[in-house]
């Protein structure tokens, strides 16, 4: 039987496996739970205010509760799945992510919500890094490219389908479900996903893989946790004298891993050393650590401000979730645009597209801030459209060429683990920036209307993406190849 299949780690796979590409299909749909999810969500986050009566604290953590859990597990999540098999622990994601999401649906209270989103947050880090470890198996060096980018072509369109299907669930209210059919729509594919996993996605494991380094995560969990945790509560409960020691402890617990992780690279002798979490050595690379600001401050700025945007178009304009996510959709066209030029571009210019890509986000949220008075309550959604294009485009230009630009810097022989920290950076970003804009947004909310806060908090998320811009600069000036990429 297919699943009985096990494919041990090595550079190639010369015949291939028989059914790899129903097996890449079966696993791209799982990991498109999750990228559907990030945006789905905040389509109905509105809905989900009124309905259980959220504070707008819990409507935060709804959002980067998700976002922290999985910046936590992802690194060791594919450590697991290298030693243990990582049809094994997809499955587990799957199977946990659709349980969590039955959860969330069922929800009483914004608590509750929050505590199914954690959970979700982690099952999805679970799947997510066994999809690509798997195809680099499974795949011949000739066909990795062609998985990939079909991988990267769906992961691009979720984005939108999120945004509609958010708006489509929540206002045809199917069964009275409301906005609770944003997460039940999960549990059949969830369920599709394991089944037919089971049967055609072989198990695979790298048999040289490291002992997963369970203290090390759990630092780095708590660690991320004091980062986020003060910043969230702390506008509600006025910014008590602990936030500030909190939040230093847990940017001491970050250094403190890496130091731990530093000295026991440089030990001899053990035959299975701990899987590193956070490759420290990797931040003395200029360009490493350039691009892994720029992915947080990116991140940051755009999570942030689409937070702050989807209340103001439902709760400030009165626009309805479907209304709202249409709407939305115009910035995911502009990445659309933006995306096929995105990588060719770079290889030619380097890093002078991405900075061009980072101006293009500033200038799309500034003309979003401009327009915004002249929408109206129920008024047309057309002002802020083109605003929304030129950041979509400038999100490509940015964002898509990003990995292979800051490869060309990084050794070949640990591009992968590379690759993981800035998918922890990515996730990490984004909670941070709906705490610090969700703290600007609210915090402006008491006194003021949804439209001038968000043009408040717009000038926060332009700032973000300046700054991903002057990063731009410290990264190598040409790309890798994706054929390269796809070999590393």
């Not at 066909?143 to 990267?152: D, L, M, N, Q, S």
């Not at 206002?171 to 089944?195: H, K, Q």
């Amino acid at each position: 039987m297919a699943s009985q299949t096990v494919v041990a780690e090595r550079p190639a796979v010369p015949a291939g496996y028989r059914w790899r590409w129903l097996a890449a299909i079966v696993m791209i749909v799982g990991a498109l739970m999750d990228m559907i999810d990030v945006t789905i969500v905040n389509v109905a986050l509105p809905t989900i205010r009124r309905d259980l009566h959220a504070t707008a604290t819990q409507l935060e953590w709804v959002v980067s509760g998700y976002m922290l859990a999985f910046a936590a597990a992802l690194i060791i999540a594919g450590n697991l799945g290298d030693l243990f098999g990582r049809k094994r622990i997809f499955l587990l994601g799957a199977g946990l992510f659709g349980l969590a999401s039955l959860c969330a649906g069922l929800s009483a209270s914004g608590a509750d919500l929050i505590a199914a989103r954690v959970v979700q947050g982690a099952a999805a880090a679970a799947m997510t890094p066994q999809v690509l470890a798997t195809f680099r198996v499974i795949f011949a060096p000739r066909e990795r490219g062609a998985a990939f980018g079909v991988y990267g072509a769906m992961l691009g369109f979720a984005s939108a389908i999120g945004l509609v299907l958010g708006g489509v669930l929540t206002e045809a209210n199917l069964f009275g479900w409301s906005w609770r059919s944003v997460f039940f729509v999960n549990v059949p594919v969830a369920a599709c996903a394991m089944i037919a996993g089971l049967r055609v996605v072989p198990e695979t494991r790298d048999q040289a893989a490291g002992r997963p380094d369970l203290p090390g995560a759990v630092l780095l969990a708590a660690s991320l946790i004091a980062v986020v945790y003060p910043l969230l509560e702390g506008r509600a409960l006025g910014w008590p004298a602990w936030v500030w020691p909190v939040l230093l402890a847990g940017l001491a617990g970050l250094g403190l891993l890496g130091v731990l992780e530093h000295r026991r690279s440089r030990r001899q002798g053990r035959a299975r050393p701990a899987a590193p979490l956070l490759r420290a050595g990797l931040l003395r690379i200029p360009a490493f650590a350039a691009g892994l600001g720029i992915q947080v401050a990116f991140a940051a700025g755009m999570q942030g401000f689409f937070l702050a945007f989807a209340l103001w178009l439902q709760a400030g304009e009165h626009f309805s979730p479907l209304k709202a996510g249409l709407t939305a959709v115009a910035f995911s066209a502009g990445s659309f645009i933006g995306a096929p030029a995105a990588v060719p571009l770079a290889q030619r210019h380097g890093r002078g597209i991405l900075a061009s890509g980072a101006a293009g986000m500033v200038a799309g949220i500034l003309g979003v801030a401009l327009a915004a008075g002249h929408v109206g309550v129920g008024g047309s959604p057309w002002p802020v459209v083109p605003g929304l294009v030129v950041a979509g485009a400038g999100l490509a230009l940015l964002v898509v060429p990003l990995v292979n630009v800051v490869l060309a810097a990084v050794p070949a022989e640990v591009a992968g683990g590379a690759s993981g920290l800035f998918g922890t950076a990515q996730q990490l970003g984004g909670a941070l920036g709906v705490a610090v804009l969700g703290t600007v947004f609210f915090g402006y909310l008491g006194a003021h209307s949804f439209e001038a806060s968000l043009v408040h908090t717009a000038p926060y998320a332009m700032g973000a993406f300046a700054l991903c811009g002057a990063l731009s600069m410290l990264l190598p000036r040409t790309a890798v190849s994706e054929e390269a990429l796809t070999e590393a």
